[in-house]
């Protein structure tokens, strides 16, 4: 990182993705170009899991080429008098790969229910019954995780 002053520590990383509720996922898409989507995630064991349709765009994208990126914003504060942005953010650099393990899909999948409807016991399990062959899970191993902040906020 060229400015160092204004990296983020490793738990200042892990803080932020164990609180923020969304990212963007930067996959190789069609013919090389970059494909990116939003995605609710949840970060446990050093990894990140997201779940997905079967098939579709970004599935084939995991298949051709695991290497991804994960974007996440926790802060981003317009300042128009100064003409900036007071940002914080992480980007966890890695490769994503499907979860073929029905029981480590089926833990990664409550895990991630639990995280978006904590307490909804009964309702995770009726979803999950409904949908649990209609989805996949994956997972993204962080190789390299990286996070920033703008001057203003290294200055507080």
Do not use: W
């Not at 051709?64 to 650099?93: E, K, L, M, N």
């Amino acid at each position: 990182m060229r400015r160092r002053r204004q990296q983020l520590t490793t738990a200042e990383c892990d803080a932020i993705l164990c609180n923020a509720t969304s990212g963007v996922l930067a996959l190789t898409g069609d013919d090389g170009y970059p494909y990116a989507v939003p995605l609710s995630y949840v970060y446990a064991d050093g990894c990140l899991y997201f779940h997905s349709a079967v098939e579709g765009h970004k599935i084939d994208a995991i298949r051709r080429d695991g290497r991804c990126s994960f974007c996440v914003v926790a802060r981003d504060d317009v300042q128009p008098a100064a003409y900036t942005t007071h940002y914080r953010s992480v980007i966890a650099f890695g490769r994503i790969s499907i979860i073929a393990d029905d029981a480590e899909k089926l833990r990664t999948l409550r895990l991630l229910g639990q995280r978006y409807a904590p307490g909804d016991d009964d309702g995770l399990q009726r979803e999950i019954d409904g949908g649990f062959h209609r989805l996949v899970m994956l997972c993204l191993r962080i190789e390299h995780l990286t996070g920033k902040e703008a001057i203003e906020l290294v200055r507080k």
